[in-house]
């Protein structure tokens, strides 16, 4: 795991020294924008109908589903009576709950379950976001969002649904693997092509994402019940909502270790959209992200 850990921050490191040298005068969130936008339309749709269409699904599917989405619902509610006892506003509230609720399940944890476990990391990290998180993520992350944001009735929520691409991928994957139609073997080697691009891009977009700039001390009282919830409570209870479903051994550490990942990045956006606390978000991603490099190994000793 140490191994893996310090591969995975070479890569990172790497995005970080990009958005402070700026190769060719490109920008940080101008080659971010650019990198994501692939991986979201192509790469991850295609690693998603490849796993999906081979995986062995079943009633452990309905466990890591139930399990993630314990998980995430258990921290919204437990952050919200955390900045209500603050008497947070509401940009930093609304900023805090998804920092604090949703991981970073596919940029961070798909790296992580893969060097694990193989193709089976794949599938448990696939299953617990586009089964659960990445829902759960467009329906109720975007209504906290206009909640304690700006209000924004345009886009109705099945529409942003209907509008992600990887979910529409695990669909077809799904269906075809009901199906019992084989994977030919000429398409499982394109898809595998572009998904072996996945991971390396995830990482180095996800240094490009860090913000030093966001880190100072005024905002450490705010972010750090986020840290705690995120990298320590939400394991705990996907922990022992998992054994509950029945899942164990691999299928078991690799649901906590997904729990355990730190604050995804696509929240940004979201806080951007709605005008809630970006700068304090960032730094959420930011400061998890560099704990989750520790606390990761440890998760993965505790579960051995």
């Known amino acids: ?5 310090l591969q995975m921050t ?10 402070l040298l700026r190769p ?17 339309y192509l790469l991850l749709p295609a690693l998603v109908i490849q796993v999906l269409w081979k995986a062995p699904l079943g009633i452990s599917s309905l466990g890591i589903a139930a399990s993630a989405a314990v998980g995430v619902l258990s921290s919204i509610l437990l952050s919200s009576l955390i900045c209500r006892s603050c008497r947070h506003d509401g940009k930093v509230t609304g900023a805090v709950v998804l920092a604090a609720s949703f991981p970073n399940v596919t940029y961070m944890g ?3 379950l893969v060097s694990l476990f193989g193709d089976s990391g794949r599938s448990i990290a696939i299953q617990y976001d586009l089964f659960a998180c990445t829902p759960l993520l467009l329906t109720v992350g975007i209504l ?10 345009v886009t109705p929520l099945w529409q942003s649904l209907l509008r992600v691409p990887p979910l529409w991928a695990a669909l ?9 139609i084989g994977l030919p073997a000429a398409l499982d080697a394109w898809l595998e092509m572009l998904a072996a691009g996945v991971i390396p891009l995830m990482l180095f977009s996800l240094g490009l994402s860090l913000r030093w700039d966001t880190i100072d001390a005024s ?3 705010t972010v ?28 078991l550490k690799g649901t906590v270790m997904e729990a355990a990942m730190p604050s995804m990045v696509i929240g940004i956006v979201l806080c951007d959209r709605y005008g809630l606390d970006t700068g304090l978000y960032a730094a959420a991603v930011t400061l998890t992200t560099l704990l989750s490099l520790f606390t990761l190994p440890m998760w993965s000793g505790i579960l051995s």
């Open 224 to 251: 750090i019940p986020i840290v705690m919830l995120q990298l320590f409570i939400a394991p705990l209870i996907v922990w022992g909502v998992a054994q509950g479903v029945g899942l164990d051994g691999m299928l």
């Open 24 to 40: 060719g005068g490109l920008d940080a969130d101008s080659t971010r924008l650019v990198l994501t936008s692939l991986v979201y």
């Open 110 to 112: 798909l790296p992580v």
């Open 144 to 153: 906290i969002a206009r909640l304690y944001g700006k209000q924004d009735n």
């Open 1 to 5: 795991m140490h191994s893996v850990i």
């Open 219 to 221: 905002r450490l009282p």
């Open 10 to 19: 070479a890569l990172i490191a790497c995005g970080v020294g990009w958005r």
């Open 172 to 180: 077809a994957g799904v269906m075809l693997n009901l199906s019992g």
